[in-house]
């Protein structure tokens, strides 16, 4: 017993010896870098003035300058704070520091797996069915599990978000008018699909 652990303290020591905490600090109203790239397992502090928080919002959500916090992603608050690995799966987080998402203040936080592949890199084509599709949706595709999705309405709101978690995920419709949408997902371009009345 003696021996087992010393080797399993030196164990644990090399493997969080080779796990980097990255920086981001705010210069103004900008995030200090806005973009960075790390490896799974990395941690990233925010190191903000009292006014900026930093919180984790879908793409459409980003690319509209907007506010609303995904769903289980990270948030810190204002004044800064440390967003631990588990919170920073593999794939492109998107984050934007609420008071002053409107003057731009946004970033991203791009995660690569321990093999440097990132999981945009690592999606193959998806299939949506059945299309025009009543209650639910499928999305087929190979190497998806993760995978952060929105469906947007054609005015451009964010009617329906998630992670998809196998080779076919069913996504639940109900409460969406008829319509046409877009399901987007990181690493995917756009696919339209239609929602017809039962």
Known sequence: MKKILPILLFSLIGLT?????????????????????????DSVKFNLESIHNAVEVSLSTWNAGGTTALSGGFSVAKGGGTVLPA????????YVCQPHASMGMKGTIVVNAANG???????????????????????????????????????????????????????????L??????????????????????
């Open 17 to 41: 010896g080779f796990c980097t905490t990255h920086v981001i600090e705010n210069a103004g109203t900008t995030f200090s870098p806005d973009n960075i790239t790390i490896t799974v397992g």
């Open 87 to 94: 919170q920073l799966t593999v794939g492109t987080h998107y």
């Open 117 to 175: 592949i990132t999981e945009n890199q690592s999606i193959a084509a998806i299939s949506l069915f059945p299309s025009p599709a009543i209650d639910f949706i499928t999305v087929k595709g190979s190497n998806t599990m993760g995978v952060a999705y929105s469906i947007i309405s054609m005015d451009g709101k964010q009617v329906v978000s998630g992670k998809l978690s196998y080779a076919e995920t069913g996504i639940s419709l109900r409460g």
């Open 177 to 198: 008018a008829p319509g046409m949408y877009y399901f987007m997902a990181e690493g995917i371009e756009k696919k339209v699909f239609t929602v017809i009345q039962p």
